[in-house]
């Protein structure tokens, strides 16, 4: 057996930098940063197209301009879009390519995985879009409440391929938010410590967290809606035991912290904006910093507030009032920090610092209105009203998409080397500053006027055409407004002026490179003694770490392949909690009908089959051992075996579907059925996967191209397979054992 | 203009005090803060010289947050204060102490209201009658999707949710007509699921309780009386009630007293002998993907029906 070392297989390097090819398949960070935000403007035209539509039919009474099918596919899809192809792809984009060059690092910390994270959000687009084709978009509202968006009440295959789009989309987004965290936690220059980092950094890791947390419960409840639908299972029919409201918990646990996913990234922009065009540093960093990791603690404690009219009971609305009216401390606090960063500065009103400004007051509006909401007797006035289609807008569009724009003309010259025009950019703030507040401030009147959301149409009710008229004709402005911008950044690529390294002063080491950086981002980095390491360098006598000491670094950094196979592990914990949760709630009180888990399941059988899972967690752990150890011949050996025990495993799974399928137990049958066989059947799904892991691992061994030094990734792919048997013994004894009954 | 601003009920009353309450509060926190940004942005626009690097001050962080937690724990206070003292989850009926009691049950479909008087027996479509001055407790469900039950003027608004009961308490102070809506996104027509509650004294309401029981009276009109014949030919008795005959269905709306009725479809048309023809003729084209199909009525037949529908008053 030979035991030199292979060559390590390298990739096919495409050859140019420019063309179609280089750009298709770049795993660049830079390049991939650039594409989501082309995604992201493409999808923001779509979805813009969508909500000029909406407003054209709703801007008269009584309207014939869309059928009401129509305007209810598109203002779903007008949500949907814009919540998935619009928001988090311009987050991630911006994430994606400011954040190495901020920590001074060369790239991600898995520029392949990061470029396969992209593409899934076109293919998932695709999927979603192509419903029009089929003449039955989703049209169940983005957060497609059930039971309307199960079988008997949407019927068409809208809501098939939103749920598709969405899983696809979702899978992208969590690998691209593991990427985030890895890099900024493994991947930092010297003297570039955590405390050191950027805010924009700081809050984007927060950012990523959430993301990696907050999209599973989407794909659980992704998971029980398609079961329902195609597999005829019943967790959302009242009838046969179901629950409706099961669906509105797990979607609002995803879709609170969701709506930070967008906050957070927009604090983060701002908190870079502001300083530079203040001429000061931001004004309490640690604050700043520290707020934002409580929002993101405490997002996951306030998702009922969106069910306060479902009739939860005093108790659950007391509870989510008192949390949501906490989660807006941290959150306005910042609005201080801001304000007082500007205070004593030297201002420089830029079309960014323009926009920067308006996103503290709109937001602060939005804000506000959310204030109203979390005092639950409003709430029950005002939900489901244009006052909330309002409230929810001036803190998307108002705070998250301004911010996006003043993000645009402070990093557009990084990005392209060119200066967007200014003159043009004023233009733009002023059109979109009228047309966002004319859309929007009328729709609170709309609301306290009895209007309430998703109607296709409404009759000639005194104000009500005034105001919707008003409404509908300020689009307009947004329109003019974002075609001046498509104008400017076409005409500033060829001719804008240009840009330099720091055209702004700005602080932080992205400045410290050329505009746009080389592929490895930096030639030279400048040393890292504070926060603002260019600032330090452009104003020596000013430095921060003159005045403004922080701790020194002390250059430890995980491991990355560690870190991403724990957030990969925590992204998939939540997902089976979430399973788990929906077993425990169907099959804890005896219906008395059909079968259970005490009548139809062979305790004792699966329990052995479960001592071959667990056993190969064992094996695995031997296996990592000698490949430290550099024993090939035994690593090879216990690798072998782990996997032999995973399919023996497997065969136990199916033997036991097989004689529940053969005795009339099949999925449909009773909520058990259901239950079981999904929480079971996705793990049996994440034990296959893990399985063609290991032969991919094998064959690799068994090929030379594992050494000694692959031994930290081949234990972080460990890190999975012992949470594979982890969430088993969980479902063994939830499921066979029955733990959670008295 | 501004329902939710013009209560007409205790309930309606304290959300819209409390509304104006937080209202005040919030102008107030905006013109402070605005009112700072603009101070730091006037200040700092001209200003050449290189600012203090000011990195921030712990104490002060700490004493601005002093007045957001007390403005949110005062408002978190009154609201929970409101959401107990107006008992607006009512477990226990007033007079009887049982918990699953209501004087009406609403039941939502796509999309219409339906609503049954406990006492009297009395069913209605899309309009409800009350007697002013009592509290009346609402059982609230669904006959298919999540709809929800919204009187801006008189009651907070709550779901209607299939495989579950919600209650709220339902109280007019004053005589008048009430407009109610669906609010919450049901389906295709969920914009026309509207509803009117008419207030009327207790006197009045006793005499409308007392003509509702009474049988409607047979049409004298020719066209009515055809109208009569084409309707129970038809399968309108399929789907729709009219007491007092055998048309006795609950799928549809009960169109006992139609006649009396001012709007028709949820909304979508005021009633007129016109508009009843119009909808009978091609009810999609008013109401599209609502769940009444074309019957391919003539102009003829569906004049008929409508003068025989318009006389049950």
Known sequence: MSTEVATPYEPVAVDSTTGLLSWVSTVDHKRVGILYILLAVFFLLVGGVEAVLIRTQLAIPNNTFLSPEVFNQLFTMHGTTMVFLVGMPFFTGFSNYLVPLMIGAKDVAFPRLNAMSFWMLPFGAFLLYFSFFTGAAPNAGWFSYAPLSTKPYSLGPGIDYWIVGLVVMGVGSIAGAINIVATVLCMRAPGMSLQRVPLFVWIMLMQAMLIVVTIPPLNSALALLSVDRWLEAAFFEPVRGGSVLLWQHFFWIFGHPEVYVFALPAFAMVSEVIPVFSRKPIYGYAFVAGSSTIILLLSYSVWAHHMFAVGLGTSANIFFSAMTMLIALPTGVKIFNWTATMWGGSIRFTTSMLFAIAFLIQFVIGGLTGVMFAAVPIDWQMTDTYFVVAHFHYVLIGGVVFAIFAATYYWFPKMTGRMLDEKLGKWQFWLWLVGFNGTFMVQHFLGAMGMPRRVYTYADNPGWALLNGISSASVLFMVAGTLVLIWNIVSSLRHGQVAGNNPWDGFTLEWATTSPPPETNFDKLPEIKSRRPVWDQQHPDLADWKFAKTPADSGSRPDRAKVCAWAFVISEAVFFVLLLVTYVVFNSQATGDGPTAESALDVRRTGIFSLFLLASSLTFFFSEWCLRTSRRGAFLFWLATTILLGITFLCGQGWEYYGLIANDVTIDRNLFASTFFTVTGFHGLHVTAGLIALAIMFTLGRQNHLTQEHAKPYGAIGVYWHFVDVVWILVFSIIYLGVFQS | ?313
């Open chain 2, 1 to 313: 203009m501004f329902p939710v601003f013009q209560p007409e009920s205790p309930e309606a009353q304290a959300i819209y005090d409390l509304f104006l309450l937080v209202l005040g509060i919030s102008a107030v926190i905006f013109i402070i803060v605005a009112g700072l940004i603009g101070i730091a942005l006037w200040r700092g626009r001209n200003r050449e010289a290189m600012p203090k690097q000011d990195f921030g001050s712990e104490k002060r962080e700490i004493y601005w947050m002093v007045g957001p937690i007390l403005v949110i724990l005062w408002i978190t206070a009154i609201s929970a204060k409101l959401i107990l003292t107006a008992n607006a989850i009512p477990k226990i009926h007033p007079s009887n102490g049982e918990s699953e009691a209501a004087d009406l049950t609403v039941t939502g479909h796509q999309w219409w209201w339906e609503i049954e008087h406990n006492d009297s027996g009395i069913v209605e479509a899309n309009e409800i009658y009350i007697p002013t001055g009592k509290k009346l407790r609402v059982k609230l469900q669904s006959a298919d999707v999540i709809h929800c039950f919204w009187v801006p003027q008189l009651a907070r608004k709550m779901d209607v949710i299939p495989g579950r009961e919600n209650y709220i308490w339902l109280e007019a102070a004053k005589p008048g007509t009430y407009q109610g809506r669906c609010a919450e996104y049901c389906g295709n027509q969920h914009a026309w699921m509207n509803f009117k509650v008419y207030a009327l004294t207790p006197d009045e309401f006793a005499k409308w309780e007392e003509g509702r029981h009474e049988p409607p009276s047979s049409p004298a009109e020719s066209d009515a009386v055809e109208g009569e014949k084409i309707f129970f030919a038809h399968t309108c008795l399929n789907c729709h009630t009219v007491e007092g005959t055998i048309a006795k269905a609950t799928i549809g709306p009960n169109l006992t007293r139609i006649a009396s009725r001012k709007e028709l479809a949820g909304g979508a048309i005021e009633n007129s002998s016109e508009n009843l023809a119009l909808w009978l003729k091609n009810p999609q084209a008013i109401k599209p993907g609502c769940k009444m199909p074309d019957f391919k009525l003539t102009d003829e037949e569906a004049r008929k029906v409508a003068a025989y529908l318009e006389s049950l008053d």
